[in-house]
């Protein structure tokens, strides 16, 4: 199977280094046209499904490079991970610690487990595999962090993998065989 993934376009936390997690932020003027950007490249593969997270950001990416006609599912599984009281502060790793320390799992500020957060994707990758034939073609429009993990759970990962050493910026595509 080949699956492409999308991270969403920009939207005014991206813009602003804000920890946007699942609070449903709109794209802004420059996530739009990063999706106009990204239909350009896209309009002429052929997707057998359309896969995307029910934030509207990632819905309004989806319709955008899709011109607004594919049919697409939404998945919860494909939701940002929760940042949950740090949500809608800017950036700062030292603030959180260790966030994607995978041997304690611990949860400061009540943000979604980094272990929940790989078994959500790998529930959602399994699921692909068992219901699409090896010669489909799957498009997932998603974010940062999910998508993070969801490349970690094809490619595979440790104890001591950087978690951190895999991104992807608004709009990007990235290809998988798998």
């Keep these: 199977m080949k699956l492409y993934v999308v991270r969403h376009g920009q939207t005014d936390f991206n813009a602003g280094n804000l920890?946007?997690?699942?609070?449903?932020?709109?794209?802004?003027?420059t996530g739009e046209a990063q999706a106009r950007e990204l239909a350009k490249t896209v309009k002429d593969m052929h997707f057998d499904a359309y896969y995307v997270s029910p934030l509207r950001r990632a819905r309004q990416t989806t319709e955008i490079i899709t011109d607004g006609k594919a049919q697409f599912t939404v998945d919860n599984r494909l939701r940002e991970r929760t940042f949950g009281e740090i949500e809608g502060k800017k950036f700062d790793l030292s603030m959180v610690g260790d966030l994607e320390d995978r041997r304690t799992n611990i949860s400061p500020y009540g943000i979604e487990p980094i272990n929940t957060l790989l078994a959500r994707a790998k529930s959602f990758l399994d699921d692909l595999k068992a219901n699409h034939a090896p010669d489909e073609t799957i498009l997932v429009v998603a974010h940062g962090a999910l998508l993070r993990a969801l490349?970690?759970?094809i490619v595979?990962?440790?104890?001591?993998?950087?978690l951190l050493s895999f991104h992807l910026?608004?709009?990007?595509l990235k290809e998988y065989n798998i």
Excluded: R
């Excluded at 920890?19 to 003027?29: E, K, V």
């Design 19 to 29: 920890m946007q997690g699942s609070s449903d932020i709109p794209l802004n003027a």
């Design 156 to 162: 595979g990962y440790d104890d001591d993998t950087d």
């Design 151 to 153: 490349h970690f759970n």
């Design 169 to 172: 910026n608004n709009c990007e």
